[in-house]
């Protein structure tokens, strides 16, 4: 029964059923991940999560009827649903963007190696965000630059003005793509107190997520 509680219950939502095929082939291997169901279009996901109960969701983002990102909006609006992770190519990134700001907790290359997929999924069961390091900075400038202009700066720098400096410093470090435990090491802290730290801020910050944050951070230190 432990182990049952244990166990993360994922769907897999993709219009191409090689890839759904390809990412259940890989997880089915990995202890304390199951995939419990897959949707080939973002118009099933309602039902599928209804019916399955998943932790988190591995979303497609381009689909035929209903696209990945209105189908994360959906999700997010719903209110204490799965975790959404993107699943998508790096050259539309924009997208992706937009799919973050619906409420995603991160994305991923589809063909990304396993293990970064399997650490995605465990990071999102537990709340984080795993993003690959080079791509969230590339994404995180690519936003900071698009949004560059004063007032999108100076309403970024208004959504952090009441943080202490010391959750401004947790901030920083979220914007710089830095995961809980660097943080961690980095502040002197225990994982713990930067989980607490990182909630405390989003509920401060209107953000549902890290990676808004992170963008929120980045916009904000663009001149």
Do not use: W
């Not at 169901?37 to 309602?46: W, Y």
């Not at 997010?76 to 790096?90: C, E, K, M, S, Y």
């Not at 003005?161 to 802290?189: H, P, W």
């Amino acid at each position: 029964m432990g182990d049952l509680a244990e166990t993360t219950r994922v769907v897999l939502v993709d219009d191409d059923a090689l890839v759904r095929m390809g990412l259940r082939a890989m997880l089915d291997g990995v202890q304390g991940i199951r995939v419990v169901a897959e949707a080939s279009d973002g118009a099933d996901v309602p039902a599928v999560v209804d019916a399955h109960h998943p932790q988190v969701v591995l979303m497609d983002l381009r689909m035929k009827k209903v696209d990945g990102i209105t189908a994360t909006q959906r999700l997010h609006d719903r209110g204490n649903g799965p975790a959404v992770i993107v699943l998508t190519t790096f050259d539309e990134h924009e997208l992706v963007v937009k799919a973050l700001r619906a409420g995603a907790v991160g994305f991923l290359l589809k063909h990304a190696p396993p293990e970064d997929i399997v650490r995605a999924i465990r990071a999102a069961r537990q709340g984080n965000s795993l993003l690959s390091p080079e791509i969230a900075r590339r994404l995180i400038t690519m936003v900071a630059d698009g949004t560059g202009h004063d007032t999108d700066r100076l309403a970024a720098r208004e959504r952090l003005r009441s943080l202490s400096a010391r959750e401004v410093q947790v901030a920083t470090a979220v914007g710089d793509g830095k995961s809980n435990a660097e943080i961690a090491a980095a502040l002197s802290l225990t994982v713990p107190t930067v989980k607490g730290y990182i909630s405390t801020i989003l509920g401060k910050t209107a953000c549902n997520n890290r990676v808004q944050l992170a963008l929120i951070v980045q916009a904000a230190a663009t001149r």
